[in-house]
């Protein structure tokens, strides 16, 4: 576990490799059972909440956030007798700071997970002995293994790239940053080493670019309010803390042009997403041409031009 300071503020693809998910979720139980309760936020996820939920079985205490779905989501958490609650979806940090403000959770650490990511048993037991000593911080910032498609993005998908899962609910809440949510805490936050998986392309590739559509215009609007000094970034840059630099480069990319061949030539030559073969190669292109739709944004918000 390492430490950081607070930031602020189917034809599912079951064929995910049978080995690379199966054979984790088919391990023996986890040696420790964790003091953890876990929320998983869906919207119409009956394609992938039953191997979610599969993959929690070392903890005791788990609970569905739904936010109005209209498939088989809510009957497939029921027959699992898993507790569901419903609320409308208004951003990632509402739906996350209502669920620690709500739901009649067990224990005060919470673990948030999406529907189409996975728990692995040598997680599950990290969680439980980290959480054994009773650490003063807000959270945990948790490394994820993007899979895709059936295999691990190794270096496609910049790992270990690290997102807050696991946290105190009485140290932590959430403020919206784009199209997701970023941490706001007093403590500081730790890091730990096991990744979860996720299976971000298990409703198919259609589901994907519609949804890094409306992504892309979040972004964009975000980064056209959101002020911060060139210097400042640069400095950050250099910051021993990932997840600082990460954040600094990604407010640094906006002030760039040419950001589809930019963000191509980061993730193929620079993290040589090459090595992860044809997979990693389609993947790099997926996320330099949605690098280029919130530069069109952009560019629209700059002429006063949006639609």
Not at 53 to 71: E, I, M, R, Y
Not at 187 to 205: C, D, N, Q, T, V
């Amino acid at each position: 576990m390492t430490m950081t300071q607070p930031t602020g503020a189917a034809g599912m693809q079951h064929g995910l490799q049978a080995d690379a998910v199966a054979e984790r979720n088919c391990n023996p139980a986890s040696r420790n059972s964790p003091s953890v309760s876990v929320v998983i936020l869906t919207l119409n996820e009956q394609a992938n909440l039953s191997d979610c939920l599969a993959s929690l079985s070392a903890f005791d205490d788990v609970h569905v956030l739904d936010s109005g779905s209209t498939d088989l989501t809510i009957e497939i958490a029921r027959k699992r007798d898993v507790d569901v609650v419903c609320n409308p979806f208004e951003s990632f940090a509402r739906q996350r700071n209502w669920a620690i403000e709500n739901i009649p959770a067990k224990y005060d650490w919470q673990l948030h997970l999406d529907a189409d990511e996975r728990m692995t048993p040598e997680l599950a037991d990290e969680i439980a002995d980290v959480l054994k000593s009773d650490p003063k911080v807000g959270g945990f910032y948790v490394p994820t293994k993007l899979i895709f498609p059936g295999r691990w993005l190794r270096r496609a998908g910049q790992y270990p790239a690290y997102q807050l899962r696991l946290f105190h609910r009485g140290r932590m809440r959430f403020i919206d940053h784009g199209h997701g949510q970023r941490e706001e805490t007093n403590y500081p936050i730790g890091a730990l080493r096991e990744p979860y998986l996720h299976l971000a392309f298990s409703k198919g590739l259609d589901h994907w670019f519609a949804k890094h559509a409306v992504y892309a215009r979040q972004e964009a609007e975000h980064a056209q309010d959101e002020h911060s000094r060139l210097g400042n970034d640069l400095i950050r840059l250099f910051q021993r803390d990932s997840v600082a630099r990460r954040r600094a480069l990604k407010r640094l990319s906006f002030r760039l042009p040419c950001r589809y061949a930019l963000r191509l030539f980061h993730l193929v030559i620079w993290r040589r997403a090459f090595l992860d073969g044809a997979a990693g190669l389609a993947y790099a292109r997926m996320i330099a041409t949605y690098e280029s739709m919130i530069a069109v944004h952009l560019q629209l918000i700059k002429h006063g031009l949006r639609p």
